[in-house]
């Protein structure tokens, strides 16, 4: 598949919701390298054919943590596989088909009430791979209901997470800069709790050239927790089409939220 048929595919997957768009890569980040192994490129198939990407992160050697529109409805992906690398564009690899360094998915599971709802109020899924990739590290889930905590702390410009993910680097109306680099960014937190779009099961982030932030290609990625390896949320929503201003991320620390991932996760 070219880079520009690509490209169309990421468009087709962002533009349905003007004022909710799902998401995509970091912006104005820094190149991750190392620093995140356990976070990988998630491509899901249609009809057998490579159709969309997403982000990810590995929570054991075989359990994956992504959003909710990144696994879908049922039947809606024909099939997935992750690319480990932290440049798949210039990596060892047959992106976006099976080859090296990818890692065929067996199964994968979007939360019960995903349908009922807009995709953002349970936006949550996991993928279960064939084989494992052992790691030294993995991403951890928070504490039920921690981050309300937040709500009350004063100063929520000194509150800031860690945003990695895959994707566009650059978007304008005629423009995308997408490299399949994973990249890192430091948002601060904008928005919790708060009654009416957000409601209790969404964070708002920074994103801005100041501290970097998410967009197209970056949904499902994690969101740690200031340098911690827990994943508060995974990246959803962007407000507008040129994912400016500030981004959606799904909170994770929700009971029902919770109790889907871990019953995928040995005791």
């Known amino acids: ?51 969309f990407r997403c982000s990810a992160t590995l929570l054991s050697p075989t359990v994956v943590l992504t959003a909710g529109h990144c696994t879908g409805a049922a039947g809606e992906y024909s099939g997935m596989r992750v690319f480990t690398e932290s440049d798949v564009e210039h990596g060892f690899n047959n992106y976006p088909y099976a080859g090296p360094n990818a890692v065929e998915a067996k199964e994968w599971h979007t939360h019960p ?59 304008n109306p005629v423009h995308i800069t997408s490299e ?33 932030g998410t967009c197209f290609g970056d949904s499902g990625g994690p969101n740690f927790l200031g340098d911690s390896n827990v994943v508060a949320g995974v990246t959803s929503f962007a407000i507008n089409g040129n994912c400016a201003g500030t981004g959606g991320v799904f909170r994770l620390d929700r009971q029902n939220v919770l109790d889907f991932v871990r019953s995928f996760l040995s005791p």
Do not use: C
């Open 180 to 212: 399949l680099i994973r990249m890192v960014a430091n948002p601060r937190l904008i928005q919790i709790n708060t009654p009416g779009f957000t409601g209790d099961f969404s964070l708002v982030l920074s994103n801005n050239h100041s501290t970097g």
């Open 1 to 51: 598949m070219n880079r520009l048929r690509w490209a169309a595919l990421l468009v087709v997957l962002i533009v349905p919701l003007a004022f909710a768009s799902r998401v995509g890569a970091v912006k104005n980040g820094k190149l991750d390298g190392n620093l995140h192994p356990h976070v990988v490129l998630l491509l899901m198939e249609v009809d057998g054919q490579p159709a």
């Open 113 to 171: 009430l995903y349908e009922t709802a807009p995709f953002f109020v349970h936006d949550v899924g996991v993928v279960i791979l064939n084989d494992p990739i052992d790691l030294g590290t993995y991403g951890d889930l928070p504490e039920v209901n921690s981050l309300d905590a937040l709500k009350t702390q004063r100063g929520k410009q000194d509150v800031t997470f860690t945003s990695v993910g895959y994707g566009v680097q650059e978007i």
